[in-house]
């Protein structure tokens, strides 16, 4: 019997680790790695044969991210083959995650990764028993962990485009409202906050394991979920072990150059929970840097806006169409 895996959903830098450290103190939760398989993996998977089963898995096995889980692909292949076919993404995962906590005696897996939130009513028909985290953080603290942090593989920071993070942080949110309309999905999304969870640890972990349903009892023996982060990821939680460090959630105010923290509070005005006291505005820019925010506000409400009309129209058909 394939326990059911759950999912935590984030944006890249928005303390997605630190709840998978904290869940994974719980015994009856057990939190993966993320990987790589991506956009053309999910949405097109599918199983009928032998022939594109081992297709799939060569795509799976190619990600070094995937690799990290530790699977033996003659074990995992012995796992799916022995699935009634046709099946898809949902299969696959239960049995990768299944296999990956085989020792462990979790009651639910929580996969880390953000796959399936472009068409979460769809993979949620075919997870049926999933719920999904989503945890979110001010978007100034997570553009300017992004410019900071170094990818892994690409070895370049993670966003360095301003008005592009701020377009997919804004569709983001959009989706995340949608979803929340959707009556099917209420009782299956949370939203958990990153300075609530900083601020209020204890609280919003019980918001947690309720939506989950699962025991607030804590593992014996827990060596952390750090320590199963790849060696070469390791650079960007170097915190994890650090504990709440509630300094960092208005970090940004210092280290975030003054106009992008302007432009954000200016484009994402509606998107920004944490309200801050900070008097900051544009005459304290420089003529050059006034020019440079002035055409970034240009690109960001006159070139990308009307996509996000279009989105909007897109996901409410999607979701209309849906059930």
Sequence with gaps: MLRPV??????????????????????????????????????????????????????????????????????????????????RIDKFLKCAMNEQFKDDSAKILIHKGREIFGNLEYSLQLFDDAKVVFIQRDPRAIYNSQKKSIDSFTKQPMQTDVVRFAIDYKNTKLRLKHYFKRRNLKNRLLVVNYEDLLKHEHEELKKIIEFLDVSSCKRKNFSGYNSNIPAEQQHLHENIDKGNIKERIFAWKKELALEDQIFLNIVLKKEIYIKDKSDINIRYLSLKKLTQFIKRIFLFYYKNLPKQYIKIILIKIRMRNSF
């Design 6 to 87: 759950h999912f935590l959903i984030y944006l890249n830098r928005s303390g997605s680790t630190l709840l998978a450290q904290k869940l994974s103190q719980f015994e009856d939760i057990a939190v993966g790695l993320e990987c790589s398989l991506g956009k053309g993996f999910s949405p097109n998977f599918y199983v009928e044969n032998t022939k594109q089963l081992n297709y799939w898995l060569d795509q799976a096995y190619a990600d070094n991210k995937f690799l990290s889980w530790g699977i033996s692909r003659d074990i995992l292949y012995q796992a799916l083959q022995s699935q009634k076919m046709p099946f």
